[in-house]
C-alpha cells in the first residue's frame, strides 16, 4: 500500500495562486507504475475530480471547473506529483486530496474516486477576499 501525503495548501485571494504537492512513500511498487489524481471536496459536497494523470506523466486531464487553470505534473523520480492552481476563485475553496491507483498500463488515466485504491489526509485550500 502506498502512502501519500499533501502539503502547499493555504489561503489565498480570488485570482490568486497555490501550488499543492503529493509525496508517496512506502509500497512494493514503483511510482511510475501508478495513475495519480486530485480530488476535492467542499463543506457540505461530494468528493469530485479535479486532475488525473498517466503512470509515464505524458498525458494529463482535468475537470471542466478548473480546466486552464490548474496544472497537473509528476515526477517519477521524485515520487512527487503536483497540481498549480491559477486565477483562482471562491468555489476552489475544498480540501484537496491526492490519489493513488496501480495500472500495468502506461497511458491511461482515472477520473473517478472509486477507482482509486490510496489516499492522502488531505490539505485546505480556501480562497476568499
Known amino acids: 500500500q502506498m502512502q501519500l501525503k499533501e502539503s502547499g495548501g493555504g489561503s489565498a485571494q480570488p485570482g490568486g495562486s497555490l501550488g499543492l504537492s503529493c509525496i508517496a512513500s512506502?509500497?512494493?511498487?514503483?511510482?511510475?507504475?501508478?495513475?495519480l489524481g486530485w480530488f476535492r471536496q467542499a463543506h457540505g459536497k461530494e468528493r469530485e475530480f479535479v486532475a488525473a494523470?498517466?503512470?509515464?506523466?505524458?498525458?494529463?486531464f482535468y475537470a471542466d471547473s478548473v480546466k486552464g487553470r490548474f496544472t497537473v505534473s509528476r515526477d517519477n523520480g521524485e515520487n512527487r506529483m503536483d497540481l498549480q492552481m491559477d486565477t483562482l476563485e471562491p468555489e476552489d475553496t475544498a480540501v484537496y486530496y491526492c490519489?493513488?491507483?496501480?495500472?500495468?498500463?502506461?497511458?491511461?488515466?482515472?477520473?473517478?474516486?472509486?477507482?482509486?485504491?490510496?489516499w492522502g489526509q488531505g490539505t485546505q485550500v480556501t480562497v476568499s477576499l
Open positions: 512506502g509500497g512494493s511498487l514503483r511510482f511510475s507504475n501508478y495513475a
Open positions: 490519489a493513488s491507483k496501480y495500472s500495468l498500463r502506461r497511458e491511461v488515466y482515472y477520473t473517478s474516486h472509486a477507482d482509486y485504491s490510496d
Open positions: 494523470t498517466t503512470p509515464s506523466g505524458a498525458v494529463t
